[in-house]
């Protein structure tokens, strides 16, 4: 399993930021998918997920009505866009292979290497 994500970077408040994870090593069209996100010295935090069609997508009510997972099955691409970022979004962000029915065990998923995002005037 490899899990890459990019896209990452630093915007200002209110700004805008797509994330992506190309997938491989295993058939990414029949897993759930989230992204997942640590701050300095906190603990790993559920962003968001998404279903394996794409059809059913959840998220944290900290980011509800700001953020947006997709993907694309044909790529082997799962998206995060990202819009009027808050200072409080900065973190590392890592895609992983979970689902939102498993979170209690998202430790366990297998995760990317992450990409930063920096939200900062």
Not at 34 to 42: E, I, M, T
Not at 54 to 83: C, E, H, P, W
Not at 88 to 100: I, S
Request: glycine share 14%; aromatic share 10%; proline share 3%.
């Amino acid at each position: 399993v490899q899990l890459v994500e990019s896209g990452g970077g630093m915007v200002q408040p209110g700004g805008s930021l797509r994330l992506s994870c190309a997938a491989s090593g295993f058939t990414f069209s029949t897993y759930d998918m989230s992204w997942l996100r640590q701050a300095p010295g906190k603990g790993p935090e559920w962003v968001s997920a998404i279903n394996p069609g794409g059809g059913a997508t959840y998220y944290a009510d900290s980011v509800k009505g700001r953020f947006t997972i997709s993907r694309d099955n044909a790529k082997n691409t799962l998206y995060l866009q990202m819009d009027s970022l808050k200072s409080e979004d900065t973190a590392l962000y890592y895609c992983a292979r979970g689902g939102r029915r498993n979170i209690s065990t998202m430790k366990s998923w297998d995760w990317g290497q992450g990409t930063q995002v920096t939200v900062s005037s």
